[in-house]
Structures are given as C-alpha cells and as structure tokens.
C-alpha cells in the first residue's frame, strides 16, 4: 500500500477497513501510518498515512472510535484537525446510529475553535 501511496507522491491518505488491531503509530518506507480502535476483531479499523516530511507538524493522533480517528497537525496560523469518519451502514440500529452521531458531535465540539476542522 505504501508503495502506491508514493508512486502517486501523495502526502495524506485516510485509511478505512484497515483490519489491523490496536492504536499504533509506524514508519514504513518514508511514510508513517497512524492508526487504531481495533480492540478484539480485525474489523473496521481507521487511520491515516503521512509521508514523513508531514508526519513531522502531528501534533496528535487519537482514535476516538474505531471509525473516528483524529490526527492535529500544526500549522502556521491555526493547528488543522482531521477527523476520518467511517460511517454506519444502514443495517445498524438507531441506537447504534444515534450513539455514533453523538461521539462524532463530541468530537468536533471538543476541538478547540481556532482549530481548522475537516472531516473526511
């Protein structure tokens, strides 16, 4: 993966279904990888991956769910939060849904305002 990732000389990508259990942060091949929220299933894991000259400016990284990792990086003017966002299917509860929606709307009001915020 990695290995396309730099063929295309991006410097941000956002991972989903990454299957991989635990939080982690690792280098490979001039590319960090942050990822998290896999506990007991290889399942719907999140994350992202950052050529390293990026990778430098993180500032955080937090899996706030295994489907909602978010990564700080520091900028000149404001710090920029990204917050990686795979989404329920439609065969979740409402509940489950509902929950999801409330962590997510958690997660952005606890970013600090002067943050830039993007969601993908």
């Known amino acids: 993966m990695v290995s396309e990732i730099g063929r295309y000389k991006l410097d941000l990508v956002v991972m989903q279904e990454t299957r991989w ?8 091949d001039g590319y960090t990888l942050f990822y998290g929220g896999c506990v007991d299933k290889h399942e719907f894991s ?3 991956v950052m050529h ?3 990778a430098n400016s993180v500032k955080g990284f937090k899996a706030v769910l ?15 939060t990204f917050i990686n966002v795979h989404a329920l ?9 509902e929950e999801f929606y409330e962590q997510l709307e958690q997660t952005i009001e606890s970013t600090p305002t002067r943050n830039i915020r993007i969601l993908l």
């Open 66 to 80: 295994k489907r909602m990792p978010c990564i700080v990086l520091a900028n000149k003017v404001s710090d920029i």
């Open 21 to 28: 259990l635990g939080e982690e942060t690792r280098k490979e």
């Open 46 to 48: 999140t994350g992202f």
């Open 52 to 54: 390293n000259k990026a």
């Open 89 to 97: 299917t439609e065969d979740k509860t409402d509940e489950e849904k």
